[in-house]
């Protein structure tokens, strides 16, 4: 059941309809709302490091995002998406830091500071589990694939399977 919603989520997404429509609607929508919530934080921002501009916010990120989504989506491993939470202790082992112009900060100058922002978050890929036999159908679905950990996941937080660093400001 798997395998076969994973074929035909993946030629859905390859459908004219979808690629010259519905992604492109999805694509507008994200951008703005992320520019939104970007210049409302910086608008806001009274701390160090000061939010100096927005302009990783394009149409090409917005597009590559999208496609990454998708991508997780049809694999046939699990994914997580991590964000740290504000004062929340650096971990270089999930971690990496950027000054307010966007460029990366040594790990080790980061030892013992504190989050100030998530800017993305970490990508972990997660064991898959087999079904009950008695699972819904909805269960194996692509629809119905999540991305954000259980509060028991986050507990277990194994660091060992980090696809991708979160990418944090640090105080």
């Known amino acids: 059941m798997r395998q076969l919603d994973r074929v035909t989520s993946q030629l859905f997404f390859k459908d004219p309809y979808f690629v010259d429509v519905v992604l492109r609607d999805r694509k507008s929508a994200a951008l703005a709302s992320l520019t939104a ?50 004062n929340s202790a650096f971990d270089a082992k999930w971690m990496e830091a950027e000054d307010s112009d966007g460029r990366s900060v040594e790990a080790a100058s980061c030892i013992g500071k504190k989050v100030y922002m998530c800017l993305f978050p970490a990508l972990f890929q997660h064991p898959v589990h087999r079904l009950a036999e008695d699972a819904d159908v909805r269960c194996a679905l692509v629809r119905y694939k999540r991305f954000f950990p259980t509060r028991e996941e986050r507990a277990a937080l194994d660091t060992i399977d980090v696809i991708a660093k979160a990418v944090v400001y640090v105080q």
């Not at 990783?56 to 991590?82: C, G, N």
């Open 37 to 86: 919530c970007a210049e409302t934080v910086r608008s806001q921002a009274s701390t160090e490091p000061s939010i100096r501009s927005v302009n990783w916010m394009t149409d090409d990120a917005i597009e590559r995002a999208l496609s990454l989504k998708q991508t997780l989506l049809i694999s046939s491993f699990e994914y997580r998406v991590y964000f740290v939470a504000p």
